[in-house]
């Protein structure tokens, strides 16, 4: 007994069999210049917003990042006058120091909330314009498209891949940024404060970021594959779904099972060992960050011990003031190096996802060099037509000439092939020098097994596809000079295939003529 899907696919079209399917490259890291052209897509949707809120986030991750200097200042006071005895005459400038951090904590909050706020506003905003773009740009695409890509796989552009792209506008992208600028503030005021311990803190993000690179190296790789398995999990429902009744006539109920069971144990395999390397990444992180505190520690009571010199921007002695503070930014260096290592997976996938929808808005719209255009008519007592903005019921081809004249050319539904050649791909043609004509009012059958080209022909008609040679006329009109939606128009098709959309029989009725009154979509139906 044949397995499930070869069955199913056994009711495919018989262009099936010359064509083969394709998928955008998933799985895959997107390529150079994604990132770009996502932030550039970004800024294009909301021109004002962003840039308010990556101000707001710059304030948010400065502020976060200066609390050192103030504990510097303050440690250094309480140090100077603990000797002293003199607390009287410094209260003010403890106080004061404080309530600045409390004044740019406040300042913090409020930045960290509008950005918080804002980016919710971008992130599904942005989703919103990006499913609008690909659905509009989906239906200007040729049905070529549809017939080399699995729907389960096109599908999985609106699903996974914006769902990607949303932990990737949403969370990666601000929590790397507030990182980098914490990074960058914390370096340089530890090189300010002294440079021998900045070497040490150095040192050991160097090993972090090995680690790092060595882990998420492993992990991104099956989260790709996720991704992968994930979209072969969408095709395979949505075939099972449409072949049920194959499946049924065949009494293949456990080998549909089984296959899914197969399906299911990919993406199990791929997300268990994605997460689990993943996991490992933030406790190794974190140790590896404690073990560089104890390190600076005990490099800094040495230095404090032995007295030597200061080599820093500052110019100051070593001291308490410089050590304590060190340790507080080591042990928030580390945080920030473990939050960016933290989103790196979100980051590959997400910019994977990035690639895979901006393929599909890149996919080459259907072209239409048409001029000849359909139009209302009606005709005169000596046989010409003149054209009417009214509906009369009778129709004409409009044929602008390039002289400047037009004829008119009554719709009859004169078809004629001519020495036609076709072929899905250029290098297999499965129609050779097919020649043959439909009159007015005669009826024509197809009659051949499957794979023959019956259903070809319908498409070449409709100029579903192109021909390769030869020409087919309509009305004595070449149809490639036929505007394709006059032409469709002009068509009635009931395809092999059937389908309903959401709604009412009335509302699918009026499907193809949207000005249809109830009385006609009812006399349709009779």
């Not at 069999?17 to 997107?30: D, I, L, M, V």
Request: overall charge positive; some cysteine; charged content about 20%.
């Amino acid at each position: 007994r044949p397995r499930t899907r070869q069955v199913i696919r056994m009711q495919n079209k018989e262009k099936a069999a010359s064509q083969p399917r394709k998928t955008t490259a998933r799985g895959q890291r997107a390529p150079k210049g994604v990132l770009r052209r996502l932030l550039r897509t970004l800024f294009e949707f909301y021109p004002v917003l962003l840039p308010v809120t990556l101000v707001c986030i710059l304030i948010n991750a400065i502020v976060s990042a200066t609390p050192a200097i103030f504990m510097q200042n303050i440690i250094a006071i309480v140090d100077d006058t603990y000797k002293s005895g003199d607390w009287a005459s410094v209260s003010g400038k403890i106080f004061g120091f404080v309530a600045i951090l409390v004044t740019m904590y406040v300042v913090s909050l409020i930045a960290g909330f509008l950005y918080t706020q804002m980016m919710a506003i971008i992130t599904q905003g942005s989703l919103k314009k990006m499913r609008q773009k690909m659905f509009n740009h989906m239906q200007d695409l040729p049905i070529r498209y549809f017939d080399t890509n699995g729907h389960g796989d096109i599908m999985s552009h609106y699903t996974n891949d914006v769902d990607t792209l949303r932990q990737l506008i949403s969370q990666s992208l601000p929590n790397i940024l507030i990182s980098a600028i914490t990074l960058f503030v914390v370096f340089c005021i530890m090189v300010y404060y002294s440079v021998f311990l900045a070497l040490v803190v150095v040192a050991g993000v160097v090993c972090m970021a090995i680690s790092a690179r060595a882990i998420t190296k492993r992990s991104s790789s099956y989260f790709l594959r996720q991704q992968i398995t994930l979209a072969n999990a969408e095709a395979f429902m949505e075939e099972m779904m449409t072949g049920q009744k194959v499946i049924k006539v065949f009494c293949h109920e456990e080998g549909a099972k089984a296959d899914f069971d197969k399906v299911n144990a990919e993406i199990f395999f791929n997300a268990r060992n994605g997460n689990r390397f993943a996991n490992i990444l933030m406790p190794l992180l974190g140790n590896i960050g404690n073990v560089m505190y104890v390190v600076v520690a005990l490099v800094g009571g040495a230095l404090l011990l032995s007295g030597a010199p200061n080599v820093s921007l500052s110019g100051m002695a070593f001291s308490i003031s410089i050590v304590v503070p060190f340790l507080n930014m080591t042990k928030q260096f580390a945080g920030s190096i473990g939050q960016v290592s933290n989103q790196i997976n979100m980051v590959i996938m997400g910019l994977a996802g990035a690639h895979r929808i901006f393929s599909l808005l890149d996919e080459e719209p259907e072209v239409d060099d048409g001029y000849v255009t359909l139009v209302n008519a009606k005709e005169n007592a000596d046989g010409t037509l003149t054209e009417c903005p009214e509906r009369t019921m009778v129709w004409a081809w409009k044929h602008p000439h390039h002289d400047g004249t037009v004829t008119y050319t009554k719709l009859t539904g004169d078809v004629r092939f001519y020495d036609v050649d076709f072929g899905y791909t250029p290098d297999k043609i499965v129609l050779h020098n097919i020649s043959l004509y439909a009159k007015p009012g005669q009826k024509i059958a197809f009659v051949g097994a499957t794979g023959a080209g019956k259903t070809t022909i319908t498409n070449l008609i409709n100029r579903f596809y192109d021909i390769q040679d030869g020409k087919i006329r309509y009305d004595g009109i070449n149809i490639q000079k036929i505007r394709k939606s006059d032409l469709r128009r002009s068509l009635g098709i009931v395809l092999q295939d059937t389908h309903l959309f959401t709604g009412t029989v009335m509302e699918n009725i009026r499907y193809g003529r949207l000005d249809a009154s109830d009385e006609e979509c009812i006399a349709a139906a009779r």
